[in-house]
Nanobody, 120 residues
Framework: QVQLVESGGGLVQAGGSLRLSCAAS????????MGWYRRAPTAKQRELVA???????TYAHSIEGRFTISRDNAKNTMYLQMNDLKPEDTAVYYC??????????????WGQGTQVTVSA
C-alpha cells in the first residue's frame, strides 16, 4: 500500500500563489496517472483539477493557464503550482494516483487532503 501525503496548503490572498506537493511512500514511476482533485466547501463531490501521465497532462477549464501540474519521479513527488489564485479556488485539495498491478488488478490511492483558502 502506497501512502500519499499532501502539503503546501494554506491561506493566501487573491492573486497569490501556492505550490502543493504530494509525496509518495514508494516509487511513483509505476503509477499510470497522478492527479489533483479538490472539494469546495459547498460541493458534494471532488472535482478533477489536473492530471499527469507519462504522455500527457490535462487541466480543468476553470484553472487552465493558472495552475501547472508536474511530477519528479526521482523524488517520488507530484506538484501543483497554483498562480493567480481566486476565492473560488478555496477547497480541500487531494492527491490521487492509480494504475494496474502485475496481476492486472486496479489500484487507486488518495491522500488525506490539504486545505487551500483564498481570501478576497
Amino acid at each position: 500500500q502506497v501512502q500519499l501525503v499532501e502539503s503546501g496548503g494554506g491561506l493566501v490572498q487573491a492573486g497569490g500563489s501556492l505550490r502543493l506537493s504530494c509525496a509518495a511512500s514508494g516509487s511513483i514511476s509505476t503509477f499510470r496517472t497522478m492527479g489533483w482533485y479538490r472539494r469546495a466547501p459547498t460541493a458534494k463531490q471532488r472535482e478533477l483539477v489536473a492530471s499527469i501521465s507519462s504522455t500527457s497532462t490535462t487541466y480543468a477549464h476553470s484553472i487552465e493557464g493558472r495552475f501547472t501540474i508536474s511530477r519528479d519521479n526521482a523524488k517520488n513527488t507530484m506538484y501543483l503550482q497554483m498562480n493567480d489564485l481566486k476565492p473560488e479556488d478555496t477547497a480541500v485539495y487531494y492527491c490521487n494516483a492509480d494504475g494496474y498491478r502485475l496481476d492486472k488488478s486496479y489500484y487507486d490511492y488518495w491522500g488525506q487532503g490539504t486545505q487551500v483558502t483564498v481570501s478576497a
